[in-house]
């Protein structure tokens, strides 16, 4: 896979997520959703745009390969609304020469201890709808952050792999947030 790597966490359920996601994004060869895709969950509050079943035709509809990690607040139902395999608990991808590892984010040092033990280049979760990017070792830990419902100061976020390195979005501008160089 070369060119553009997408990803998104924590839609819970908002096709405006989705929507402002793909403006954000252009044209990309694949998409990595790391989990809650369709429920907004019962400790949240219902996000702009709630609407999964509208979101799972979205997601349905795209051209470009969407991969999907199980998050917490996803259920067997919301796999029989898509198309595209959910993962559980990790999904691995090779993207130019870098070993890619995916979770939700449930158990934060376990995932740490595996992306570092298999010596991935980035680990992508979400879960705690903080954006962020992290070097530790050898290994870029990233999270999109939410780009329904997100926490801290930073706005509805999604992420974006490039050949010069990573970056987080706003979706509320699409103005560039955080940004980490391959090196």
Request: charged share 20%.
């Given at each position: ?43 949240n ?12 035709e ?13 998050g ?8 029989v ?61 990233l999270?999109p952050?939410s ?11 999604v992420?974006?792999?490039d ?21």
């Open positions: 896979m070369k060119g553009r790597v997408a990803i998104i966490a924590d839609t819970h359920g908002s096709i405006t997520a989705w929507e402002g996601a793909c403006a954000v994004w252009g044209a990309v060869d694949a998409i990595f959703h790391v989990g809650d895709v369709l429920y907004h969950g019962p400790r509050p219902m996000p702009d745009g709630y609407d999964p079943k509208v979101l799972a979205e997601i349905n509809a795209s051209t470009t390969p969407v991969f999907l990690v199980r917490n607040c996803d259920a067997p139902i919301d796999e609304l898509l198309k595209w395999p959910v993962s559980a608990p990790l999904l691995v991808s090779w993207w130019n020469g870098r070993l890619l590892l995916f979770s939700h984010g449930e158990d934060p040092e376990a995932f740490r201890e595996k992306a570092i033990l298999c010596g991935a280049t980035v680990a992508v979760s979400g879960h705690t709808h903080l954006a962020s990017i992290k070097r530790e070792r050898n290994v870029i830990f999270n952050g780009a329904s419902l997100p926490k801290g100061e930073l706005p509805p976020s992420a974006l792999l050949d010069e390195g990573i970056a987080i979005f706003s979706l509320s501008d699409g103005s560039r947030l955080l940004y980490e160089p391959w090196r």
